[in-house]
Structure formats: C-alpha cells, structure tokens
T-cell receptor, first 117, second 112 residues
Framework: DTAVSQTPKYLVTQMGNDKSIKCEQN?????MYWYKQDSKKFLKIMFSYNNKELIINETVPNRFSPKSPDKAHLNLHINSLELGDSAVYFC????????????????FGPGTRLLVL | GNSVTQMEGPVTLSEEAFLTINCTYT??????LFWYVQYPGEGLQLLLK?????DKGSNKGFEATYRKETTSFHLEKGSVQVSDSAVYFC???????????FGAGTILRVKS
C-alpha cells in the first residue's frame, strides 16, 4: 500500500483555470504538508496542517488554499493559475511533534507535476 | 532565519568512487539534520538523519556526522554505484520541529 498518495500525477492546464491536487496518507500521522519544487529542484514548504488545523502558511499567494477534511487528507486548490505556478508539488506527512520532539521523519508522496500553459 | 547550503552539482563520479557532498547550516537552537534522496521521477525518501551533535546517521552505505562546531552535515559513501544516481537534499528542522528547510539539492551522476 502506498503510504502517501497524490492525484493527479500530471496536470496540464491553461492560465486562469482553477485546479485541485489531492493527497491522502494511510500512516495514521497527525501532520501533513505541501511543498513546491521549482524547475531548479529547489524545495520550499507552503503549508502545514496538524489534525486539520493550519499551523504553517509560508507567505503563499492566497490563490492557493489548502483544505483538510480529516487528518488523513490534505488537498490543495489553486485559483487563477499563472505560468509561475508550474512546478512539482509534493505532499508529505509526519507524526505530530509539537512539544519539542524534533527529528521526526517526513514521508513524501510521489509528486504532482503541474504545467500551466 | 534558518538555512542550508549544499555544494553545487552536478557531481559526476565513476562507479566505486568515493563520494562527499558538503552541507552546512545556519540555525538557532539545536536543529535536527537530514539527508533526503530523490530518484528520477519519484518523491523524496529519507536517507539518514541525526538529531544531536556528534550523532552519526547511516543507511545503505551512506553516512553523515552532525558537527556542531563546524555547523556541517556532510554526506559520504565509500563506493558509489550507478543506482545511487539521484538528487540529494540536505535539510534541517528547528527545535520547534514543524517544518523542513532544504538545501538546493545536489545532482549525483554515477557512470559505469
């Protein structure tokens, strides 16, 4: 069974469209994340949710809206897509480590390759 | 803020060569340090980690030692294989632990 899964794997769309990427984890983790990887492979966190509560929002444009219907799912909705949104988006999850437990491993999904034309 | 600096790639080696990928960090407090690997077309996988100074992480023949005095976490492997070709990311999580800060990644190419 895949631990962290994302759909779709590839997404090609026109500028101005609205699209969603879905993420599910079956590891029983409390915390989930979205990362963006640009064309130079640089990875940066976008959002983090703990048990459906937003805990990190890294100055991402408000066209990006994460939604967590339950702690096993964290979806990413993007409005009014722009050329610069083309990237690979990775979902990840980890156990809750608030309270000072550092060093928790994050488990990554396979990525969604978004191309905006 | 926290940051991670990795040596630029690509690094091209022949099979069985010795590998070093340098990683240094800037952080307040006592971060945990990680190496993640991304094989072509795949997501990231944890390769190894260390959570306190002088800890050595190791996995699949790779190892790295958390050096607080030099703020470094260099990745080494004694004999690389073609199957090690991938992108390697050094990362840290701070003492709050809630997010990973990644280096820019180093592409490794191993030739047979």
């Amino acid at each position: 069974d895949t631990a962290v899964s994302q759909t779709p794997k590839y997404l090609v769309t026109q500028m101005g469209n609205d699209k969603s990427i879905k993420c599910e984890q079956n590891l029983g983790h409390d915390t989930m994340y979205w990362y963006k990887q640009d064309s130079k492979k640089f990875l940066k966190i976008m959002f983090s949710y703990n048990n459906k509560e937003l805990i990190i929002n890294e100055t991402v444009p408000n066209r990006f809206s994460p939604k967590s219907p339950d702690k096993a799912h964290l979806n990413l909705h993007i409005n009014s897509l722009e050329l610069g949104d083309s990237a690979v988006y990775f979902c990840a999850s980890s156990q809750d480590f608030r309270g000072g437990r550092a060093g928790e491993t994050q488990y990554f999904g396979p990525g969604t390759r978004l191309l905006v034309l | 803020g926290n940051s991670v600096t990795q040596m630029e790639g690509p690094v091209t080696l022949s099979e069985e060569a010795f590998l070093t990928i340098n990683c240094t960090y800037t952080a307040t407090g006592y971060p945990s340090l990680f190496w993640y690997v991304q094989y072509p077309g795949e997501g990231l996988q944890l390769l190894l980690k260390a959570t306190k100074a002088d800890d050595k992480g190791s996995n699949k023949g790779f190892e790295a030692t958390y050096r607080k005095e030099t703020t470094s976490f260099h990745l080494e492997k004694g004999s690389v294989q073609v199957s090690d070709s991938a992108v390697y990311f050094c990362a840290l999580s701070d003492s709050g632990g809630n997010k990973l800060v990644f280096g820019a990644g180093t592409i490794l190419r191993v030739k047979s």
